[in-house]
């Protein structure tokens, strides 16, 4: 049932002729329709686990299987392909076009995709109702509140029907009233179905989720999985 199988993976960056050890040796397993939270300091390796997670880099060493393919020695085509099919992304600075309607913005992951535009418009509008956006559709980014642009880019991760949710901080923008209905988002998603990765520093986003997987100094310090705080909608 695992979507994510890491195994001994490790992570060196170079600078200059040093070799600078971002992760050292990570195992770590998530499942099917799990919602974790990845924690640690600042410096601990949180970006370095996400972006080999969301196949935007490879290991060094280790294993990676995601869904069953080993991803690690896959090359930056495979790589894009896997991304754009498997990974739906969340940013805590949104990354929305701002010259494009909402609508445009969940259609574009689907650009590449050999469907016909009403099938395209179809997903995104479905998507779009997931979020409960299905009636901004022709609305521009700069017309939404943070929490609103943040559910178009919650639909257009959502649009290729990932096998995973992964989001960077994604309320790290937000006041705690929006951060609660983001949250609540997620919650929902992930009672559909959704696995759910989400990296943050704070630990009330960390303490919603079923499982709280803490990196210090690029070691797996604690994995912890609990019943979930409810937000108390
Ligand atoms: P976190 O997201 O937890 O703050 P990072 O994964 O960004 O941690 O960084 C882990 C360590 O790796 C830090 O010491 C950081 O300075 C270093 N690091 C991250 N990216 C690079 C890079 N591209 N080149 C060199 N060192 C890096
Ligand atoms: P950070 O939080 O480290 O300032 P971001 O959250 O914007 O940066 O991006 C995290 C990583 O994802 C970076 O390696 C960046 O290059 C990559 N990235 C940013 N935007 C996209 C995108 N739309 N699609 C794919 N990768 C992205």
Known sequence: NAIIELKG???????GDEGYVALKGIDLTINHNEFVAITGPSGSGKSTLMNILGCLSTPTNGEYQLNNQNVANYDEDQLA?????????????????PRQSVLQNVIHPLKYRSMSSVERKRRALSALDKVGLGDKVNSFPSQLSGGQRQRVAIARALVTEPEILLGDEPTGNLDSKTTQEIMALFDQLHEQGQTVVLVTHEQDIADHCQRE?????????????????????
Do not use: C, M, P
């Open 81 to 97: 392909h896997v991304r754009n099919h498997s990974i739906g992304f969340i940013f805590q600075s949104f990354n929305l076009l």
């Open 213 to 233: 997987v803490r990196l210090v100094d690029g070691l797996l310090a604690s994995d912890v999985s609990k019943e979930r705080v409810s937000w108390g909608l």
């Open 9 to 15: 993976v490790s992570k060196t960056y170079q600078i």
